[in-house]
């Protein structure tokens, strides 16, 4: 158990100093790529909000939609 302990407080300071050593944490811009990127998963998100849309709008008319309730009609006995 102390071993493992060890191991995993070894792996916790060598895991910080290779994240504090890497490159562009000054706050760079992040360029027309990673706007292209967040720009596609934006279009996906509003083209499935259509479909979505309407099946809202259906279930809100099937809700308060005054349907008529048939009765079975009971056929002749012969």
Not at 14 to 29: K, L, N, R, T, V
Not at 37 to 49: D, M
């Amino acid at each position: 158990m102390k071993n493992t302990m060890r191991g995993f407080g070894w792996m916790l300071v060598c895991g910080a100093s290779a994240a504090y050593a890497a490159p562009g944490a000054e706050g760079e811009s992040v360029g027309w790529l990673g706007y292209l990127f967040a720009g596609f998963f934006a279009l996906v998100i509003v083209t499935q909000l259509v479909p979505a849309g309407i099946l809202f709008y259906g279930m809100i008319k099937g809700i308060f939609s005054a349907q008529e309730k048939k009765e079975p009609s009971a056929a002749p006995i012969e």
